[in-house]
């Protein structure tokens, strides 16, 4: 059993996509798992409405749980492989509950400003349960989305080094995810980008198998 939490308290850093195209791949992988959208704008419980509509593929069981998450996720931990959780808020009481019970947090967020300011409140926010986890710290990962595919680009670099003088000690993910349609075209067929045909996102599927590899193997080690 493995809780997933895909979490910010800023909206628009990619973080239903990622966690729909992590329930995704895991199915695909032979593995039970369930999603549970906590936020407000059900965006992975859309994305499910139209994946349900299409003949074959593979179902991705989502549960809307905006009120009090934490006990609904512990309760499916016993049922399923894994738990993918989609969060969205500022309500820092609910952030933490769910900090206290998970296996690894990844926060993406993009190389602007206002997404990077927001991943820094969100990592103090945090920062104040690492008692509480079990491991006795949050296995807490930043992963850069939405990147530019522009050669010669510092943003990534100027990013990381802003989040690494903030707050000391944050996990960086060095793969990132760029900013490619397959992405978009993945959300309006309900597909995970895994579950995408190579054609047309090779480079989107390479990217996010490396970023999930990397991702999971920091759970409950830093």
Not at 82 to 94: H, L, N, P, T
Not at 153 to 178: M, Q
Not at 207 to 222: G, I, V
Request: glycine share 8%; hydrophobic share 40%.
């Amino acid at each position: 059993m493995t809780i997933i939490i895909t979490g910010h308290e800023k909206g628009g850093t990619g973080k239903s996509a990622l966690a729909t195209s992590i329930a995704a791949k895991i199915i695909q992988s032979g593995y039970s798992a369930v999603l549970i959208d906590t936020d407000a704008t059900a965006t992975s419980a859309g994305w499910n409405a139209i994946r349900e509509s299409r003949d074959g593929t593979p179902t991705v069981p989502v549960v809307q749980q905006t009120v009090s998450p934490a006990p609904a996720v512990v309760e499916m931990a016993t049922r399923y492989d894994a738990v993918i959780v989609d969060v969205g808020a500022r309500d820092y009481a609910k952030l933490g509950e769910l900090a206290r019970i998970c296996d690894i947090w990844i926060a993406p967020t993009t190389v602007g400003q206002g997404d990077l300011t927001s991943t820094v409140r969100l990592w103090e926010a945090l920062s104040q349960f690492h008692g509480l986890h079990k491991s006795g710290h949050i296995p807490f990962v930043v992963g850069f989305n939405r990147v530019t595919s522009t050669r010669n680009s510092t943003e990534e670099e100027d990013a990381k080094n802003f989040l690494l003088t903030l707050c000391p000690g944050i996990v960086i993910l060095s793969n990132h995810l760029k900013d490619r349609k397959a992405w978009r075209d993945a959300g309006r067929l309900g597909l995970g980008i895994t579950e995408m045909p190579a054609r047309d996102a090779a480079k989107a599927i390479e990217e996010f198998n490396a970023f999930y590899e990397e991702a999971l193997s920091n759970q409950n080690n830093n």
